[in-house]
């Protein structure tokens, strides 16, 4: 380790002593990396994304409350309807004559379990590709939900939930002339997708299906929004970097703190996944356009041969706003931007800067302009290599390397 480097942490570690945090130069440090040694990184990001506020006496009051609010999450939203009506001294006999899966009453339970369940399969099916470079997400975690796992509760694992429906659904198929079909589950490659993973032991679960319950739950109390595809691309980072945290208590806790430093980062981009409000001066569209208009700021001369080529921003910029980049670079480096993301005060004009930067640079610094359609792929330089050359902020430095992933 570096003079530099170990000058790095001495900083970081002097400003999150305080008795109050010292948000602005934390922020500066935080620009420019934070480093992974000694559990700074995830510390840090769960006060620049208002988890923890900024006085140090009163982080333990208020990591045990949320984390007993996230258990209660679990305990109201994570159950089969007819279980836990059991479970509240009714009778089996009663829950059927009173609630039963044909109810039609919207009020139902199985009416809610059963649309739960419409957005559970596409949450699942997202998950279990996170990060597919890397086995972390496959893995077992150590700290699996004893809430949800213990035998003597009577709650079901999502994972079982989305092996019953997709077993029941894939058994009859009806084409478009009408006629139905019997297909063997087996031969069906949804089927194949939820087993092709080697299954854990009983009492063990993968961090994916952790990511799962934090999408469910997320999706269960936002109903307004619910779950889109990509919010999974977005919780895995912040999950991976709770999770591998050299400190077992933060690693413990890395799901419900995970929730809430999502649901956090979400209020700021919810905006980007609401269809409704993609027009608006709030929503994706707006925001690629900026894309465009910085750009031409920037270089435009570039931007004219965008122009010129019909290339719109739509073409690539949609998922690299949305998505905060996190399908662009190898996770490594997702982290280190968000680092930076996370700590700038206008996170989001330095989000547009970053994409120009990538405009710019891409392919072969755009040489002679001689531009092609840009590349929306992990097939970028890395942050450090790149760099932003716009002027309005330093240079990116390169990413502390990633913990051990055996």
Not at 7 to 13: C, H, K, L, N, V
Not at 228 to 244: C, K, R, S, W
């Amino acid at each position: 380790m570096s003079s530099l480097h170990k000058s790095r942490i001495a900083d970081f570690q002097d400003v999150l002593k305080e008795p109050t945090i010292a948000l602005e130069k934390l922020r500066e440090l935080s620009f420019s990396g934070i480093p992974c040694e000694g559990g700074l990184r995830c510390l840090c990001w769960k006060i620049l994304l208002n988890y923890l506020p900024l006085e140090r006496a009163s982080w333990t009051a208020i990591l045990a409350k949320q984390r007993e609010l996230y258990a209660q999450f679990l305990r109201e939203m994570i159950i089969q309807p007819g279980i836990a009506k059991a479970n509240m001294g009714v009778s089996r006999e009663d829950v059927t004559f009173e609630d039963h899966p044909l109810n039609p009453n919207p009020d139902s339970r199985w009416n809610t379990y059963f649309k739960d369940n419409e957005v559970l399969l596409q949450i699942d099916k997202d998950v279990r590709r996170l990060c597919p470079d890397i086995s972390f997400f496959q893995r077992a975690t150590e700290y699996p939900c004893l809430l949800i796992l213990d035998p003597q509760n009577e709650f079901e694992t999502l994972r079982k939930r989305v092996e019953q429906t997709t077993l029941k659904s894939q058994t009859v198929a009806r084409n478009r002339s009408g006629v139905t079909n019997m297909s063997s589950p087996n031969k069906n490659s949804a089927s194949s997708s939820v087993s092709k993973y080697e299954v854990l032991p009983n009492g063990c679960e993968a961090h994916w299906e952790v990511v799962e319950r934090i999408l469910f739950i997320y999706a269960k109390l936002n109903p307004g929004i619910a779950y889109v595809q990509g919010m999974n691309e977005i919780v895995g980072p912040l999950y991976y970097t709770f999770a591998t945290d050299p400190s077992s208590e933060w690693k413990e806790h890395a799901e419900a703190d995970t929730f809430f430093c999502f649901t956090n980062l979400m209020a700021e981009i919810r905006d980007n996944f609401i269809k409704s409000l993609d027009d608006s001066q709030c929503g994706i569209t707006y925001k690629m356009e900026k894309v465009y208009s910085t750009l031409k700021d920037k270089d435009v001369e570039l931007y004219l041969k965008l122009q010129e080529q019909n290339i719109k921003p739509q073409f690539f910029a949609f998922r690299w706003l949305t998505l905060l980049l996190s399908q662009e670079f190898l996770l490594p480096d997702v982290i280190r931007i968000w680092d930076s993301l996370f700590a700038d005060d206008n996170r989001f004009d330095f989000l547009l800067l970053v994409c120009c930067a990538m405009l710019m640079t891409t392919p072969s610094q755009t040489s002679a302009r001689s531009y092609r359609k840009p590349r929306s792929s992990k097939t970028h330089s890395s942050p450090a290599a790149r760099g932003l050359s716009l002027g309005e902020k330093p240079p990116l430095t390169p990413p502390p390397p990633p913990p051990p992933m055996s």
